[in-house]
C-alpha cells in the first residue's frame, strides 16, 4: 500500500524515514517488552521509565508474546526485555517468557537489557536451558565515577554489583553488551572510561547513550509516605535550568569523537563494536545499519509493550502520547499502521525530518533520533543543536577514517565532509528489460520540480533521489528537464541509446551551510595525511584527505 504519511509540501526522504507499510514483510520490527513497566530494584536518577510513571507490578505474559506474533505475521521481530529491570519479574515467569520466544519462528533475536544487580549463575543457567542465544546488555555508565547517578533507593552506589555481574559473565565464557549514559561524570575522561570497560573480557558491544535531559527541570515525586535517599539526592540536582546529569549535543560530540580515537588507537576494534561510532562509519561507507537513528526504520518500526496491555511506538517518546491501541484490540498490521497514521506525536515527529531532505549529511545521519528532536524543539522552539552535533560526529568520523594517526584533526570545526556517492541504481537489469519492452509494468513517478528546475523525488535542489524512467513510461517526458531534452531525445529516439533521467539538474546557488570540497579548501593549518585503517578494517579505506591540527598551546582562539 502506497503512504499517505507524506504530502508535496511535507515531503520525508527515504533516507531518514520509511513508513511500516512501505516495507515488506522481510523488513523486521523491534518490541520493546517492559517486562514489569517502571519496576526495578534500583533508582537511577535520570531514569526516563520512572518519569512516565508507567505502572507497576503486572506483568508481561506469554499471551502477549502471541498477540505479537498474530499481529505481525510473517514479519521478523526483534525483542528486547526491558523494565525497569527484566530480572525482578523471577525466574519462573522469564522461563515461560523465553519458551515462548523461543517457540514463536519469527522471533529472530531476543536481547536482555539489566543493570546486572540480579544477575547470578541460577540466571545464567535458565538462560543456557530456555534460550541459549539469548543477547545481554549490561548497564553501566563507564568507570566508577562514571556511575555515580546509578544508586539504589538507598543512594548507595550500584557500582560493585555490575563489576561483579561482568565478572561472572566472563567466568561463564558469556559475552555483552554494554549501555553507557553520557553524563559530566565521564566529560573530558574518554579515553579512562574506553580504557576501563574494554578491560572486561566479557564485553563486545559499547553502545554510548547522551543525557539530553536539560527539559527536565522537576524531581520524581516520593510515591509513598516517606521519601527515599535516593529521591532525595535526586531532588538536589534538578534545578529549574535542568539536572546536573545532562550534558548538551556539543559535549556529547566530543565525547564520542575522543572515545573513537581511543577505540581505534588501542585497537578495542578488534573486540567491541562502539556505537554511534560504527553506524555512523557503516553510513559513510554506503552501508547499511540496524541503528535507527542512523537508519529510515525509525519509529514506525519500533513498538513498546507494557504489562497493562498498552501498545505503542518507541519507549524513547513520551507516553502516553506514544500510545497506538491496546494490544488486544489489534487485529493485524494494518490495525497498527493506521494508529500511526493518525498519531499527533508520530505526525510531529515525521514534520521535524522534513529540513532533512535540504541537509547535506542526511545520507549518513539518517535523521537521528525522533524522540530526541522532538523534546528539543518542544522545550527551546529549535532541532537545530541536535542537528549541529550529528553533523559533527560526522565531520569527525570521516576524519578519523582517513586519519586514524591524527586524532586531535576530528575535533576541527572548518573541515565538513561531503557526500560523494556517484549516481546507483538497484536493478539495472529490469531497467534495461523495461526500456526495450513496452508492455512491462511501471511504478508511478515522483516527480517534483523546485524553484531552479530541479526535477526528483523532493522537488528540491542539489543531488536527491529521483525515479528511473525510460521511453515508454507515461512520464518520460515530464521527468527530463526542458534545456536537456533535445539531446536526450535525439540519443534515445535516433541513435537508441539508453540514459535514464536527470535527479541533480541545473547548478544552483550554495546553501548557507554547503560543506566545501575538502579541509584544504577551508583550513589555513591542513597537513595531507596518508590515510592508514586499522589492521582488519579493510571497509575502512576511504579516500586520501587532508587533516586539521589543533591550535597551538599559545593560540588565544579555538577552531570555530
Keep these: ?31 520493546v517488552l517492559k517486562l514489569r513497566g517502571e519496576t526495578c530494584d534500583i533508582d537511577c536518577l535520570y531514569c526516563f521509565e520512572k518519569r512516565k510513571l508507567a505502572p507497576g507490578g503486572a506483568q508481561i505474559t506469554p499471551e502477549h508474546i502471541r498477540r505479537l506474533g498474530a499481529i505481525f505475521g510473517e514479519r521478523p521481530l526483534a525483542i528486547e526485555l526491558h523494565g525497569g529491570d527484566p530480572l525482578t519479574i523471577g525466574k519462573p515467569a522469564m522461563a515461560d517468557l523465553l519458551d515462548e520466544l523461543a517457540a514463536q519462528h519469527t522471533v529472530h533475536q531476543v536481547h536482555l537489557q539489566t543493570n546486572g544487580v540480579r544477575l547470578d549463575a541460577e540466571w545464567l543457567d535458565l538462560f543456557d536451558a530456555h534460550y541459549p542465544s539469548l543477547h545481554i546488555g549490561i548497564s553501566m555508565d563507564g568507570d566508577e565515577q562514571g556511575n555515580s547517578w546509578r544508586v539504589g533507593y538507598d543512594a548507595q552506589p550500584i557500582y560493585p554489583h555490575i563489576v561483579n555481574a561482568l565478572n561472572l559473565l566472563a567466568e561463564r565464557e558469556r559475552t555483552c553488551g554494554i549501555v553507557t549514559v553520557v553524563t559530566p561524570a565521564v566529560l573530558g575522561r574518554a579515553r579512562e572510561v574506553i580504557d576501563h570497560i574494554a578491560a572486561f573480557s566479557a564485553v563486545r558491544a559499547l553502545h554510548l547513550l547522551p543525557a539530553f535531559d536539560t527539559s527536565v527541570t522537576r524531581p520524581l515525586k516520593a510515591t509513598g509516605r516517606r521519601t527515599s535517599p535516593s529521591r532525595r539526592l535526586q531532588a538536589q540536582a534538578v534545578g529549574t535550568d535542568g539536572p546536573a546529569w545532562a550534558i548538551t549535543p556539543a559535549q556529547y560530540a566530543e565525547f564520542v569523537l575522543d572515545a573513537a580515537a581511543r577505540w581505534i588507537a588501542a585497537g578495542y576494534f ?112 529549535s532541532d537545530d543543536a541536535y542537528c549541529d552535533h550529528r553533523a559533527r560526529l560526522i565531520d569527525g568520523m570521516a576524519h578519523l577514517l582517513a586519519a586514524p594517526d591524527h586524532p586531535a584533526g576530528a575535533h576541527c570545526r572548518r573541515a565538513h565532509w561531503r557526500p560523494t556517492v556517484p549516481n546507483t541504481m538497484a536493478d539495472i537489469d529490469a531497467f534495461l528489460a523495461r526500456w526495450d519492452d513496452p508492455a512491462a509494468p511501471r511504478s508511478p513517478a515522483r516527480l517534483h520540480v523546485s524553484d531552479h528546475g530541479n526535477i526528483n523525488a523532493v522537488g528540491l535542489p542539489g543531488m536527491h533521489e529521483a525515479d528511473d524512467l525510460d521511453p515508454h513510461h507515461p512520464r518520460w517526458r515530464e521527468g527530463i528537464e526542458d534545456r536537456v531534452w533535445p539531446l536526450v531525445d535525439t540519443i534515445t529516439r535516433s541513435w537508441h541509446a539508453v540514459t535514464y533521467d536527470s535527479c541533480q539538474g541545473p547548478p544552483t546557488p550554495a546553501p548557507a551551510r ?23 578494517c579493510a571497509t575502512w579505506s576511504p579516500p586520501p584527505t587532508a587533516t586539521c591540527p589543533q591550535p597551538s598551546p599559545r593560540s588565544s582562539r579555538a577552531p570555530t
Design 514 to 536: 554547503t560543506p566545501p570540497s575538502s579541509a584544504s579548501a577551508c583550513c589555513p593549518a591542513t597537513a595531507p595525511s596518508t590515510p592508514r585503517s586499522p589492521p582488519g
Design 270 to 381: 578488534h573486540r567491541i563494536k562502539l556505537d554511534p561510532a560504527v553506524a555512523t562509519i557503516r553510513r559513510l561507507k554506503g552501508l547499511g545499519t540496524a541503528h535507527c537513528h542512523f537508519a529510515a526504520h525509525k519509529c514506525s518500526h519500533v513498538f513498546t509493550a507494557y504489562p497493562d496491555g498498552r501498545f505503542g511506538s518507541c519507549d524513547e517518546l513520551p507516553w502516553p502520547q506514544a500510545l497506538l491501541m491496546p494490544l488486544a484490540t489489534a487485529r493485524g498490521e494494518a490495525d497498527i499502521t493506521a494508529a500511526q497514521h493518525t498519531n499527533p506525536l508520530l505526525a510531529a515527529g515525521r514534520q521535524l525530518m522534513t529540513k532533512c531532505s535540504s541537509c547535506p549529511y542526511r545520507t549518513v545521519c539518517g535523521g537521528g533520533c525522533t524522540a530526541t528532536r522532538w523534546r528539543m524543539h518542544q522545550a527551546t522552539g
Design 1 to 31: 500500500m502506497t503512504s499517505t504519511l507524506t504530502s508535496p509540501t511535507t515531503t520525508v526522504g527515504a533516507e531518514v524515514w520509511r513508513p511500516l507499510e512501505d516495507t515488506d514483510h522481510t523488513a523486521a520490527v523491534s518490541v
